[in-house]
Each structure stands twice: as structure tokens, then as C-alpha cells.
């Protein structure tokens, strides 16, 4: 779930940004500090936006920055315990699939792929089930449960553990970038072939 939370924080403006507008400044601080962090309370901070100075600059003596308290609104991706996504299997492992949820892959073990027996076809990079057929594979688009959340002080380290066994998860359907990919290839391809035929 991504959520916009305000914060207000006091920011050091060194003097090699006096040039910019102090918004801006303060902004740019704030990004370099805070954008791909984990903040246990929020989540994943993804974007900082409208950052406001709010009190008149002081000056510490021997420090010849300035500082400001400034309010800024944070794009923060918080996943929920049994919260529903959609996302992109980016990679296909022996122990299960790894699925993009934003700013962080989540985590489907085999286990939780399907009610069935999934067997792990290191060739051709995919799941599949023995008695339905059914297979999934990178680049697909799945649906998934979250079931398990642990964020720690970094995105890494960070673990979300999804499952796909209950009714209605599951693959999708081939991700529209996957689709886009395959369609510029095709088009590529034809392309190479009429310049081949039209030099013959």
C-alpha cells in the first residue's frame, strides 16, 4: 500500500546551495538523506515532494550552514499483512519466485505458489505443476497475498513473504512490459528479413 505522510525535520543547508531557492535546497537534502530508506514506523520512503521552509534559518556559530525546520510529504510504500498485490515475477529460483512489489521483490516459496506439486525446470527458468500444467515464469503477472512483513534498517534486508495458494491468486498474465518486448523483437526480426530479401 503506498500512502503520502508529512514530516517536518530540521535541515542543515550548507553554504554551496545558497544559490537555489531554499525549497528546493532543503529538498534536495532531504532526497539524498531519506528517498530508499526504511522507516520501521512508515515503510519504504520512495519519493519526497513539497518541501516547505517553516521557521527563519539559524546560524550555529562555526558552522557556516543554516538551518531550517522544513515540513516535506514522503511517498512511502507500507506493505500490510493480507494485503492483495499485483506484481512482475522477476526471477524464478529452485525455492520459489521472486515477485516486484514497487520498491522492494517479495518472496513465493514453492510452497506457496500453488495447491499442487510444483517441480523447478532450471532450463527454461520456470514452476510447473505435474497434474494441471499450470507453470509460471519471469515476466508473468501474478496476484498474491502478503503474508509476512519484516523490514529491518534497509531495503535488503528488508523480507516480504507472499503467498498464491488461495482461491483467486495466481497468475495473471504476461506482464505488459514482457508483451511490449516480445512484439519490438517480432518487429525487429520482420524488419532485418524484408531488408535481407529486398538486397537479394
Known sequence: MYKLVTF??????PPNLFGLPLNKAALQILREQYERTVQKQHGIIVSLH?????????????????????????????????EIIEGEVTEIVEF????????????????QVANEF?????????????DSKKNIKKGNCVRA???????????????IALTMRPEGLGK???SPRVKKEATEEKEAKAEEKEKSEAKE
Request: overall charge positive; glycine content about 10%; hydrophobic content about 40%.
Open 8 to 13: 517536518e525535520e530540521s535541515v542543515r543547508i
Open 50 to 82: 513539497n518541501a516547505k521552509i517553516k521557521s527563519g534559518g539559524k546560524v550555529i556559530q562555526g558552522d557556516g550552514a543554516a538551518y531550517f525546520d522544513v515540513e516535506f510529504d514522503a511517498l512511502v510504500f507500507s506493505p500490510q499483512v493480507n
Open 96 to 111: 520459489g519466485a521472486f515477485v516486484r512489489l514497487g520498491p522492494i521483490d517479495g518472496l513465493v516459496h514453492i510452497s
Open 118 to 130: 510444483l517441480s523447478y525446470d532450471k532450463k527454461q527458468g520456470i514452476l510447473s505443476a505435474r
Open 145 to 159: 497475498k502478503i503474508a509476512t512483513v519484516s523490514l529491518k534498517d534497509n531495503i535488503p534486508n528488508s523480507k
Open 172 to 174: 495473471v498474465r504476461e
